[in-house]
């Protein structure tokens, strides 16, 4: 039987040079279960006194971690892959206290995380570098890469296990110390993934954890030390605007995986039970509470009633409770503010026209839950359009023609995923090619893989994670002309 969160023991300190510490001050922050609004754990409240110790252990361990094997580096990696799916249960049992997400998508999200592990063990030991000959042939030009040095990692709580392993992963694999700061929503899932690197023989000092209700504080502090040399952030573009502009200061490195709009389009000719299913997973997904949720429904005029039809019986047929027991298909979102932004843009949308077609309303506390919601005929100025609904709400709008799509899936800041439904391989090539974005989604609603560059363009982010440039993103090059 899976284990239940109440049998798991938890850590709840913070974790630097090796050791599990309190914080100097001994200050504790609450986490609280979104589903039925319980204190489930206290978490060591880091400061500037913790962030400052944390970045100088990751210093003092950079130097002998950079000269480390690739196959040791790519062992301590296969271990800890061995070790999270060992630990899928009591993981998203963890997960689902804190974060209110289903069992089953917390098991998901424990595989896709340990994939991440495993793909970078087998990336650790190809870090490659180049040979070439100057242009008048008179010198050889050979060209090395080197771990970037002390990394600043930053996660959200929407995927608090994946977002982690995304970032620790590659850092590892590149011979990369850290000091990370996962969201305070959500520390528990990180401070177990933590647990399971020591087991997996991380030496002391290349990842070390500050759990921290003052963000900030214990983020500048890493950013204004000289010492870091890149950040990797994910979280809202507001967020990461200010990251950048501490990094500038340093000129770190930096990665940066922010908010999303999705446009998710269904072409005339598409497989609408196809989809739909696309939707369902699009939209869905973490109750909605993703950067790559589709955000924007922009559905051909002639299958709108089919395809909203369709959608809106499968989204009212889903079961909304706690993401703890079995049978859950929705758990709650993340926070009163969330629910309350969710709620504010429903209400906006149908006071400007939108229909409801299920949903629409929340049920009693206690828990943050929102009933899966599908609106159909909104209008462009609705401001769930141009914001990141971050719940399960589907906002429907129709289109007349190709560039009538494209126009409206182009408008806007953000450019991470589209969603395109077609089965003329012409059509779906075109869009492809010039939807602005990092990722397309073709006939499919899930573009998270291992194997695949994650990252957007515009004021979606910088840089890329996972795949076989992942790694890249934690390394130097340098190049050294050789006189022949
Ligand atoms: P969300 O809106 O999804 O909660 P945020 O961007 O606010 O996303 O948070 C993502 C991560 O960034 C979290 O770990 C949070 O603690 C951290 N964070 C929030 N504000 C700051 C800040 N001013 N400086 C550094 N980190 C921050």
Redesign the pocket.
């Given at each position: 039987m899976s284990p239940s969160f109440e049998s798991t023991s938890l850590r709840t300190e913070l974790f630097i040079d090796g050791m599990w510490q309190q914080a100097t001050n001994g200050a504790t922050f609450p986490v609280e279960n979104p589903a039925t609004n319980e204190i489930i754990a206290h978490v060591a409240d880091g400061g500037t006194e913790d962030a400052n110790r944390a970045i100088r252990a990751a210093e003092r361990a950079q130097k002998a971690w950079a000269t480390s094997t690739p196959r040791e580096r790519a062992d301590i990696l296969r271990r800890a892959f061995e070790l999270v799916i060992a630990g899928t249960d009591r993981l998203a049992a963890i997960m689902t206290a804190e974060m209110g997400k289903p069992l089953t998508e917390a098991r998901g999200e424990v595989a896709y995380g340990a994939e991440m592990l495993r793909w970078f063990s087998e990336e650790a030991i190809r870090i490659s570098g180049d040979h070439t000959t100057s242009v008048d042939g008179n010198s050889r030009i050979m060209i090395t890469k080197e771990p970037v040095g002390p990394c600043v990692l930053?996660?959200?709580?929407?995927f608090p296990l994946a977002m982690g392993a995304r970032k620790i992963a590659p850092a590892i694999a590149a011979g990369c110390t850290m000091v990370f700061?996962?969201?305070?929503?959500t520390p528990l899932t990180s401070l177990a993934l933590v647990e399971i690197f020591k087991e997996a023989g991380l030496p002391d000092g290349v990842l070390n954890v500050v759990t921290t209700s003052k963000?900030?504080n214990v983020?500048?502090n890493w950013t204004s030390s000289g010492i870091a040399r890149k950040i990797s952030?994910?979280?809202?573009t507001?967020?990461?605007k200010?990251?950048l502009r501490q990094a500038a200061d340093n000129v770190m490195r930096s990665s940066m995986e922010l908010g999303g709009n999705a446009p998710f389009i269904v072409m005339a000719d598409a497989d609408i039970e196809k989809a739909v299913e696309g939707a369902m997973k699009a939209k869905m997904r973490n109750m909605g509470e993703a950067c790559t949720a589709a955000n924007r429904f922009y559905v051909h005029r002639s299958v709108i009633d089919e395809f909203s039809g369709k959608f809106a019986k499968k989204i009212s047929e889903l079961r909304v409770g706690n993401g703890a027991l079995e049978g859950t298909d929705v758990g709650p979102l993340i926070e009163q503010k969330g629910l309350d932004k969710v709620q504010s843009l429903v209400t906006d949308a149908i006071e400007k026209g939108a229909r409801v077609l299920t949903g629409g309303s929340s049920p009693e506390g206690p828990g943050y839950f929102y009933t899966p919601t599908v609106l159909t005929d909104v209008p462009l100025n609705a401001n769930l359009m141009h914001t990141e609904i971050f719940g399960p709400v589907a906002a429907i709008t129709p289109f007349d023609s190709e560039d009538e799509a494209l126009r409206l899936a182009n408008n806007t800041e953000w450019g991470l995923v589209a969603y395109i439904f077609t089965e003329n391989v012409n059509t779906a090539l075109r869009f492809s090619a010039e939807l602005e974005v990092g990722m397309v989604g073709m006939n499919t609603g899930l573009v998270s893989n291992p194997a695949a560059p994650f990252g957007g363009i515009k004021q979606s982010g910088l840089g890329r994670e996972g795949g076989k440039i992942g790694i890249d993103e934690y390394l130097e090059i340098k190049y050294t002309a050789i006189q022949t």
């Open positions: 930053v996660t959200p709580w929407n700061k996962p969201a305070e929503l963000a900030s983020v500048e952030f994910t979280g809202s507001e967020v990461g200010i990251l």
